[in-house]
């Protein structure tokens, strides 16, 4: 397996699709506008017919997140609605999601294999709905410079 160091990493996924819920807020939601939930479920589908296992979806306060595992490992995609509603702007995060045990010897500090990444980056190129697609660092995206990027999670 084929790893970067961690910081420099582009695990986020920015894209702009129009085919996700941006403008319901429906009543399980935490907040008015968690929106993603059936973005996690297409992930889910898209993951399974690769073969992935995986897990339920999850909602947090700023959205929804599913889990897959790879190569017997975990790994968590965080979704993020970005924007007010009806924007179809979207950010995906791929982070370790490591056992207890793991993460005291910190596994969750670790970085993610270039091949986990580019499962992701394969659905959502192979996606005619998804454009402007765009991978940034983890710390880019958490002080929303979502701008730039590069077109692939890896680097050439």
Same mark, same amino acid.
């Given at each position: ?41 297409? !992930?889910?589908?898209?993951? @399974? $017919?690769? %073969? *992935?296992? &995986?897990?339920?979806? #999850? ?8 889990? !897959?595992?790879?190569?017997? @490992? $975990?790994? %968590? *995609?965080? &979704?993020?609605?970005? #924007? ?73």
């Amino acid at each position: 397996m084929r790893m970067s160091k961690r910081s420099d990493q582009r695990r986020c996924v920015v894209f702009e699709s129009g085919d996700f819920n941006t403008t319901v807020t429906k009543e399980n939601y935490l907040n008015p506008e968690c929106f993603g939930d059936d973005l996690a479920e297409w !992930f889910n589908t898209r993951l @399974e $017919e690769r %073969n *992935l296992r &995986i897990r339920p979806i #999850g909602q947090e306060d700023f959205g929804w997140y599913t889990t !897959f595992i790879y190569d017997d @490992e $975990e790994y %968590n *995609l965080v &979704i993020s609605h970005v #924007g007010p509603r009806g924007n179809p702007e979207w950010v995906v995060e791929v982070e370790r999601n490591p056992s207890l045990l793991k993460s005291l010897f910190g596994a969750s500090t670790r970085s993610v294999p270039e091949e986990a990444l580019l499962v992701v980056d394969e659905i959502v190129k192979t996606s005619p709905s998804i454009s402007t697609i765009r991978w940034l660092r983890v710390g880019d995206a958490h002080r929303g410079h979502l701008e730039g990027g590069s077109e692939s999670p890896v680097s050439p």
